[in-house]
Each structure stands twice: as structure tokens, then as C-alpha cells.
């Protein structure tokens, strides 16, 4: 009975191994994958902003957040010159 089992293993094990070659010779002969287009993954991110330096403590900041005083840009009501 244990002959039966052994060689039963033995021929699982050859079939997973043959099946494991041909999958490596099909990877082999297919191209490889192409890699994500540039645009796609443009979009998850946010897309870029302009960016401003705030002349009181000069932290670059969005430009949406800009806060302009005197011709001069800042990144919040705070650091911009009381008027
Ligand atoms: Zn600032």
C-alpha cells in the first residue's frame, strides 16, 4: 500500500513540476508587462500645483492657499502684514 501512495506522490509532484515549466516558458515567450501609462497614475494624485514661497517664513505652499500682501505671497493671513 505505501508503494501505491510513494509513487502516487511521485506523480503529483511531477505533474506540479511540468506544470510549473510550462508556465515559466509561457511568461518566457509572452512579452513583458507594460507598465502603467504615465497618465493613469497622473490621476490618482492630485494633479501639481503651483507652488509659492511665503516671504515671511519662506514655507512653500500651494498657490490656492496663497495669501498676497504688498505684491508679496504668504501662506496664511497670519504671516501676511497687517494692513
Ligand atoms: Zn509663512
Redesign the pocket.
Known amino acids: 500500500m505505501t508503494r501505491v501512495l510513494f509513487w502516487l506522490a511521485l506523480a503529483v509532484l511531477v505533474y506540479f513540476a511540468i506544470r510549473s515549466k510550462l508556465k515559466q516558458s509561457q511568461r518566457r515567450q509572452q512579452p513583458p508587462p507594460q507598465p502603467p501609462q504615465p497618465s493613469s497614475s497622473v490621476r490618482q494624485v492630485a494633479p501639481p500645483e503651483a507652488m509659492l514661497c511665503?516671504?515671511?517664513?519662506?514655507?512653500y505652499?500651494p498657490a490656492s492657499e496663497n495669501v498676497p500682501a504688498n505684491g508679496r505671497d504668504?501662506?496664511?493671513p497670519?504671516?501676511a502684514p497687517l494692513k
Open positions: 511665503c516671504a515671511q517664513c519662506g514655507v505652499f504668504y501662506c496664511s497670519a504671516h
